[in-house]
Nanobody
Framework: QVQLVESGGGLVQRGGSLRLSCAGS????????VGWFRQAPGKEREGVSC????????YYVDAVKGRFTISRNNANNTMYLQMNDLKPEDTGVYFC????????????WGQGTQVTVSS
């Protein structure tokens, strides 16, 4: 059974930091690109960041470049998103995703973790 379990969300003030984690199981983690989508209230879900199978490539949506850093640890099937200098527009539910090729294909999804940035 495929599982992606997120943790690390919460409430933070503008300019603060959070670190999201995602633990995967039930599929060949090393063969999958993993990353994050987010969905703000009233908006469509958007791809935030992806990392390649061996951190050989990384993608960031323009809005988070220079503030977010994605990484993965294939030894324990985990993936992280370090989020710095958070802004109210970063508020939303963050979903861990995995897919072959690019995580933006969204083959497997976690349940999501809430991130709220207050002004």
């Amino acid at each position: 059974q495929v599982q992606l379990v997120e943790s690390g969300g919460g409430l933070v003030q503008r300019g603060g930091s959070l670190r999201l984690s995602c633990a995967g199981s039930g599929f060949p983690w090393d063969d999958y690109s993993v990353g994050w989508f987010r969905q703000a209230p009233g908006k469509e879900r958007e791809g935030v960041s992806c990392v390649g199978t061996w951190e050989n490539s990384a993608y960031y949506v323009d809005a988070v470049k220079g503030r977010f850093t994605i990484s993965r640890n294939n030894a324990n099937n985990t993936m992280y998103l370090q989020m710095n200098d958070l802004k109210p527009e970063d508020t939303g539910v963050y979903f861990c995703v995995a897919a072959r090729g690019s995580c933006l294909r969204g083959e497997y999804w976690g349940q999501g973790t809430q991130v709220t940035v207050s002004s």
